[in-house]
Nanobody
Framework: QVQLVESGGGLVQPGGSLRLSCAASGSIFNIYVMGWYRQAPGKQRELVAISTRGGATNYADSVKGRFTISRDNAKNTVFLQMNNLKPEDTAVYYC?????WGQGTQVTVSS
């Protein structure tokens, strides 16, 4: 079993920044993919950003240039730096580590 603990969500004004963190623990062995998905009310869950163990990254077009994913393989932790946040970024953000999912953390962008 792999446990994922997310932190860093909250309420922020448009144009603001947040940094999400996710730490994996438990039965871990060379996690290959870590990243983030999000689900807004009434919408399907969508990819935000993912990172492979070797450093390759992939971003949703809607967040390119605003969000940056990074990870610390030694600590099995992944981060998502979110800048210039927009109301449409409001969603529950889920951490993933290979096939494992976190519980989600709420991000609300509103004035």
């Amino acid at each position: 079993q792999v446990q994922l603990v997310e932190s860093g969500g909250g309420l922020v004004q448009p144009g603001g920044s947040l940094r999400l963190s996710c730490a994996a623990s438990g039965s871990i062995f060379n996690i290959y993919v870590m990243g983030w998905y999000r689900q807004a009310p009434g919408k399907q869950r969508e990819l935000v950003a993912i990172s492979t163990r070797g450093g390759a990254t992939n971003y949703a077009d809607s967040v390119k240039g605003r969000f940056t994913i990074s990870r610390d393989n030694a600590k099995n932790t992944v981060f998502l730096q979110m800048n210039n946040l927009k109301p449409e970024d409001t969603a529950v953000y889920y951490c993933i580590a290979d096939s494992n999912w976190g519980q989600g953390t709420q991000v609300t962008v509103s004035s």
